[in-house]
């Protein structure tokens, strides 16, 4: 095995080669070190990356195995923290002045169950301002012009980059999505409360879901076993209940084949022409795989519903940041916090009961259809870095706390990525991701080349 190539394994092949002791993870690790070092200075993907502190985690890992210790799934593989995720032996910064130098006491859930996994914390990506709009100093890795989308904008580049192949971000609008979107990986926002988000910068309780980028299914699946559960200090974690065998789900393959309904939702005249005319292209080639199903003209309603009840929580959950430190935040940031402070209790409730019954509505499309297929971004990553993009056409799915897959299927004829987002019931999850598996093979797009 190639040395200098290591660093393209994905996260399942890295896995089991250190599992056989055909590579170290110290190897795996200095291979993805060297990526850093090559790329890097353009993509900028890192907030925190102490090499050393790496390589010796890597090191130890090593040293249980030729102890003979059980091995966890992601024994010895190398994983991207976003930097709103606390861990406890590197800063956590938010992607913000106020809080420089923040080193959390200890590891957030999501972190903990990562390194009971075996996975090595490579160090923290990028985020925009306090996870919001704001965008911060990462750059596409496929065209440094253009935006890696927000707000997990280095986990995305991250992986999308070979750095490592695995990374958690959190997406509380449209913060996973997109950026994996723009810069060519899967990224995966699982059902609103699978994923425990102690330990995590608080934006919203309603709104607020963790995910994971990477560069196959079979990534997305072996790092949702291991996430996923019930969490005491999450009140909105699903109940104790037994772990949901993802990897095993995912690659059984669909009984029958899937039944995708193409939502174009009510913001379709707001998508790229090339984008119209790619899934136009797409929906063709599955032929009576997928039915064109029209959402109401009332879910447009859906977006300013989501606004209320994000920027209302953003204004509370960032109280001491605006009254401390408004001077230091971003014009955007700002604009928003001031906004939420003007939201009345009676506008904010009305928007919560919204919700239930448009999960409702949606549990009913699932009666017919595996999945949804619709657009995760107007178009491909907009030129410029004074912006993330919109975030719209992930805003449905995050209000309702369905689970969506971005997926590398498609590319734009300015050679950048165009992604397809996949939605599937609350709840549904490991079913999502066997459709996805069925709908890369159709496209025969299971293992994009990346950059």
Request: glycine share 8%.
């Amino acid at each position: 095995m190639d040395p200098s190539r290591l660093n393209w394994l994905s996260a399942a092949d890295a896995a089991r080669a250190i599992r056989d002791g055909a590579v170290s993870s110290a190897e795996l690790v200095e291979a993805c070190l060297a990526r850093v070092r090559e790329v890097d200075g353009d993509v900028q993907a890192w907030a925190f990356l102490d090499p050393e502190h790496a390589l010796s985690q890597a090191r130890a890992l090593d040293e249980r195995r030729k102890e003979g210790a059980s091995l966890g799934p992601l024994h010895g593989v190398p994983v991207g923290v976003k930097d709103i995720i606390d861990t406890s032996d590197m800063p956590t910064e938010d992607g913000t002045v106020l809080h420089a130098g923040r080193t959390p006491a200890e590891d957030a859930t999501i972190v903990a169950r990562l390194r009971a996994a075996g996975a090595v914390i490579m160090g923290k990506t990028v985020t925009t301002e306090l996870a919001t709009y704001h965008p911060g100093k990462t750059r596409n890795p496929h065209n440094p012009e253009h935006t890696p989308g927000g707000s997990s904008s280095g986990s995305a580049a991250a992986v999308a980059a070979r750095m490592v192949p695995l990374a958690l971000g959190s997406q509380t609008n449209g913060s996973v999505i997109r950026p994996a979107a723009f810069c060519g990986v899967y990224g995966f926002k699982p059902t609103h409360g699978f994923i425990p988000r102690h330990g995590v910068l608080r934006q919203s309780r309603t709104l607020d879901q963790l995910g994971v980028f990477a560069r196959t299914i079979e990534d997305v699946a072996l790092a949702c076993e291991q996430l996923v559960g019930y969490d005491e200090r999450d009140p909105d974690t699903m109940p104790p209940r037994a772990r949901i065998p993802f990897v095993q789900i995912t690659t059984d393959g669909p009984p029958l084949p899937p039944l995708l309904a193409f939502v174009k939702t009510p913001i379709w005249d707001q998508t790229e022409p090339e984008t119209r005319e790619a899934f136009g292209e797409l929906v063709a080639h599955l032929d009576d795989r997928v039915e064109e199903f029209a959402l109401p003209d009332s879910t447009r309603d859906a977006l300013e519903w989501h606004r209320t009840i994000m920027e209302a929580d953003i204004a509370a959950s960032y109280v001491v940041e605006y009254e401390k430190g408004r001077d230091k935040l971003s014009d955007s940031l700002r604009a928003q916090l001031e906004r939420g402070r003007r939201i009345t209790a009676l506008e904010y409730q009305t928007a919560l009961a919204r919700i239930p019954r448009l999960i409702e509505g949606f549990a009913r499309l699932f009666e017919r259809y595996d999945a949804i297929l619709t657009p995760a971004a107007a178009g491909t990553a907009p030129r410029g870095l004074e912006s993330t993009g919109s975030p719209m056409f992930c805003t449905l799915w995050t209000l309702a706390g369905m689970p969506a897959l971005s997926m590398p299927l498609m590319q734009g004829a300015n050679g950048l990525p165009l992604g397809v987002q996949l939605v599937g019931a609350r709840g549904n999850d490991a079913r999502l991701l066997r459709t996805a598996r069925w709908l890369a093979a159709q496209t025969q797009a299971e293992a994009p080349d990346g950059v």
